[in-house]
């Protein structure tokens, strides 16, 4: 198999990571307020004493609602070592995905070969950095949500 | 030996992407596949470095969550769920097409021709269908708070 023939198969199984990971978390942000899975947000759910999250913005006095992006909810999330691994499989496949799928448009305008090179080297090296960056605040995110205390 | 790139000029440049010319409507999907993509890589760039505020403290977190409200932040959003939306469901067509489902049996190039992208289109059709249920459910859902 040739080389882009792998990268493209790549592309494609990173999309069907992407395709489940991004619905989980579709449906954790954005489908909430119709499909509710207590494990998704687990301080919207339940028997969460309210008045002990102030750090869960203003929002949740006003209107008595946690929302998906309150802290009591990323606190929530953030604990568990499933959701940290399941973010960093997320970041790796849509990276990938992402950038593989710029690299290929822009060289449908037939670059010549040092750009092509050049592009390409760029898009690895922001890919890679974003990566090591993203991983590292999905570790870091753990630890101190486990470290938080109400 | 290896075959080697002629490279010949990409002469229709940017309409070559936009344009769907007389490929029909399934063109057109491609295109819209392409600037959602586009849209939502430029939104996951930022979004990475946005959250990670979350690695630093609960206060950096309601500090970022606090920059990025309101209902310019919201609406833009919601673009992006709906961008989405359409990239996922159209990419899982996209999927199956590649696998060669949905496109039919080979058939004798007898006159008549007949293309395979009639055969296809209820698949492009059922495709639309479930990204508009999904966008409606994000819809009520997001503007429901």
């Given amino acids: 198999m040739m080389r882009d023939q792998k990268l493209w198969a790549w592309h494609l199984i990173a999309g069907a990571v992407i395709l489940i990971f991004l619905g989980v978390h579709m449906l954790t942000m954005h489908m909430e307020g119709v499909i509710k899975i207590q494990s998704l947000n687990p301080a919207s759910v339940g028997h969460v004493d309210k008045a002990k999250i102030p750090q869960a913005g203003d929002r949740t006095s006003d209107e008595g609602d946690i929302h998906p992006i309150d802290w009591a909810n990323v ?39 040092w750009l092509k090179k050049t592009l390409s080297a760029l898009l690895l090296l922001l890919g890679l950095g974003l990566f090591v960056y993203g991983a590292w605040a999905a570790v870091m995110a753990r630890a101190v949500a486990r470290a938080w205390k109400m | 030996m290896a075959l080697k790139s002629k490279g010949f000029p990409n002469r229709l440049g940017i309409w070559g992407w936009l344009g769907g010319g007389r ?12 600037l959602t993509g586009l849209g939502l890589l430029a939104y996951f760039l930022l979004h990475i470095v946005v959250t ?7 206060a950096a977190w309601s500090r970022a969550m606090s920059q990025v409200s309101g209902p310019f932040f919201k609406f833009g959003e919601y673009l992006v769920f709906l961008a989405f939306c359409f990239h996922a469901i159209n990419g899982i067509r996209l999927g199956l097409v590649e696998l060669g489902i949905a496109v039919g049996k080979p058939i004798e190039p007898v006159y008549p021709y007949r293309t395979s992208v009639d055969v296809q289109r209820p698949l492009a059709l059922a495709a639309l269908a479930t990204a508009f249920v999904l966008a409606v459910i994000g819809t009520i859902s997001m503007w429901s708070d």
């Fill in chain 1, 75 to 113: 606190r929530a999330r953030g604990v568990r070592t499933l959701y940290m691994t399941g973010y960093i499989v997320l970041l790796g496949a849509a990276l990938f995905h992402g950038l593989y799928g710029l690299r290929n448009i822009l060289f449908e305008l037939n670059p010549a070969v």
């Fill in chain 2, 23 to 34: 490929w029909g409507a399934e063109r057109y999907l491609y295109t819209l596949h392409r």
């Fill in chain 2, 52 to 58: 990670s505020a979350r690695a630093f403290s609960d």
